[in-house]
């Protein structure tokens, strides 16, 4: 089942323009991770926030957590063409084994 | 740097055959997964191990099976190929959570 929706499903933007992709889920959560994957590759740990975190910062890309809404944004600030890729977020509930759900993604595109 | 392999970039069978997707890691990682992705659909996981000998089912083992001999190694088997089977499949793994996954760069399997 799936527990993560991003939206928007694509996006277009120019390079040096910041964007901003969300992500929804429908159950608590103890993680929430995004990765991002570039065309016919598989994909890449971008950052981890925990449910009791609310903003968390890695170079150009900015996370936000609100379990209250439950959602979360990503960032990335001063865009370039090789940030073009498909963006997931990742959600797990805890317990015992470890599962992460992904959501469908959102492909990003940087035009030069 | 955490390496993931898999065995095919590219996989053409028919209908009915038997299918052997292997993934080995070298990172000593405790958990390995298996998912496929699809177009509209995202990642959906199909089965995982927590350690040797060890599977779980995800949300869509039908028509799959997977073997865990050695730490290293996550074979995921299609028994029957069928032409619904025809996707990408990631291998990936992770020590224990939550820490980020490690994927491979995929296997396209097309059954014809």
């Known amino acids: 089942s799936q527990q993560g929706e991003e939206d928007p499903q694509a996006l277009s933007i120019q390079e040096g323009e910041n964007a901003t992709m969300n992500c929804s889920y429908k159950?608590?959560?103890?993680?929430l991770q995004w990765y991002r994957q570039n065309s016919g590759r598989g994909l890449v740990h971008l950052i981890l926030i925990r449910s009791n975190e609310r903003e968390k910062h890695s170079g150009r890309l900015r996370v936000t957590l609100d379990t209250s809404k439950k959602s979360s944004s990503l960032l990335i600030t001063a865009s370039r063409a090789a940030d073009t890729a498909s963006y997931f977020c990742a959600t797990d509930s805890g317990g015992s084994n470890y599962k992460l759900t992904f959501g469908k993604g959102t492909l990003l595109t940087v035009n030069p | 740097d955490v390496k993931v392999t898999q065995s095919s970039r590219y996989l053409v069978k028919r209908t009915g055959e038997k299918v052997f997707l292997e993934c080995v890691q070298d990172?000593?990682?405790?958990?390995m997964f298996w998912y496929r992705q699809d177009p509209g659909l995202g990642l959906r996981l199909i089965y995982f191990?927590?350690?040797?000998?060890?599977?779980e089912k995800g949300d869509i083992p039908e028509g799959y099976s997977v073997s865990r001999e050695k730490k290293e190694r996550f074979s995921l088997i299609l028994e029957s190929a069928s032409t619904n089977q025809t996707s990408m499949y990631l291998c990936?793994?992770?020590?224990?959570?939550?820490?980020?996954?490690?994927f491979g760069n995929g296997t396209r399997l097309t059954v014809t």
């Open positions: 191990s927590y350690d040797v000998k060890m599977k």
């Open positions: 990936a793994s992770g020590r224990t959570f939550p820490s980020p996954l490690h």
């Open positions: 159950t608590s959560i103890n993680n």
């Open positions: 990172m000593d990682h405790e958990n």
